[in-house]
DNA sequence: CTCCTGTAAG
DNA sequence: CTTACCGGAG
């Protein structure tokens, strides 16, 4: 099987056996954003508990996020770790949206897919993935978010090489599937699942994957 | 490559 | 105790 066929047929066995997964899990655009930054080599858990906190301070809005001082935003964002450096990464994203876009979210989101993409992309402590979220998830706009589940599992299934920069990876799945933000959207949340279930970073467990069909050699490719 | 950091699981 | 976590910067 091609590589590209591959990727297609991964979406539906993995849709087919967990079903649609309601990403990104958020009440609000800002909430999506927030949780992007936060969850930085971050357990979700753990972005969770800052983001009640954010909620609780009534900090969840342009303004009042905007308006905290970084020491008490940093405190409340503690149990996300890397409290220090996040604050002020959320900072700058907010710098954006209020001192560029006018506090509005929504402006900001009016951009071309390209350069809205590129203008948080711009953003101190805004990577490639935390850009592509916020792009598709909060903006709702066509970007393939890989992030390192998508490398581990699409090197372990022969589809990339282990060294396969970013846009390789993306370029193979975005490629390969219809170009959809729902689609993308939820093959994202998927592959993630499958990541933290199945294809864990030390001895992948494949049994009772629903990936594990479309193994070439019955088992994954070594070493990740 | 190292640093940033809380939390939970093994 | 160590590893991993929906990474990014210097």
Redesign the pocket.
Known sequence: MRAGEKVREFYEALLAAWGPQG???AETPLEVCV???L?????????E?AIENLKAAGALQVPALWALPEQEL?ELI??????????G?LRNFLRLVVEEYDGSLEQLFELPTERLREAV?A???????????IVLYAAQRPVF?V???TL?LAFRHGIVDLDAD?ETLQEAFAGSVEKDVAVWQEY??LL?RA??LHC???APVCAGCPLQKFLEEGEPREPF
Do not use: C, M
């Not at 969850?39 to 972005?47: H, K, Y």
């Not at 503690?78 to 604050?87: C, D, T």
């Open positions: 990403w990104w899990p949780g992007a930054i969850t930085q080599n971050t357990a979700w858990r753990n972005v508990r940093a503690r149990p996300a770790g890397y409290f220090n450096v996040k604050a990464r992309l953003v101190r402590g805004i990577g490639r993935e935390t850009a592509d979220s978010v992030d390192a589940y581990r970013y994202h949340a993630v990541g933290k864990k970073k030390q």
